[in-house]
């Protein structure tokens, strides 16, 4: 092989693990960021509840539903947050009891852009207490 092409190989790819690094970094900066509550006992009104969330968590409507992250079986994307169907029993004091989430539920409480439609990938920076 001669010196030319060893320089025209090794460039190459020089050039390819540039790019792959660049579209990494820039597929991170598109993932949206979420926090997350765990669902827990609380009151609200003056009654007691099993789970109760953050009233932002909750997006109301005809169907109420709020978005739960879950761990994917994508190397590329391992998150994603996934709108799951809600019964909202009762509202107030900036907090929402709900029917129809599993305790050790992960619920997106807030997210730095809009999450839409099904399953949306997503980073995690931290869990709060509701």
């Not at 190459?12 to 979420?34: N, W, Y």
């Not at 005809?62 to 996934?82: H, Q």
């Not at 009762?90 to 050790?104: F, I, N, Q």
């Amino acid at each position: 092989m001669n010196r030319n092409a060893a320089k025209g190989i090794f460039l190459f790819l020089l050039f390819m693990l540039f790019f792959t690094f660049v579209s990494h970094h820039l597929d991170v900066l598109r993932t949206p960021q979420v926090l997350c509550v765990t669902p827990g006992a609380g009151v609200v009104n003056g009654t007691s509840y099993r789970l109760v969330v953050p009233s932002e968590a909750v997006y109301p409507g005809a169907e109420p539903y709020v978005y739960v992250v879950e761990d994917t079986l994508s190397w590329f994307y391992p998150v994603a947050a996934r709108q799951s169907p809600v019964r909202v029993l009762d509202s107030g004091d900036g907090k929402t009891a709900v029917d129809g989430l599993y305790r050790e539920a992960q619920v997106v409480w807030f997210a730095d852009r809009a999450l839409t439609g099904g399953p949306v990938p997503v980073r995690v920076s931290g869990e709060e207490a509701p």
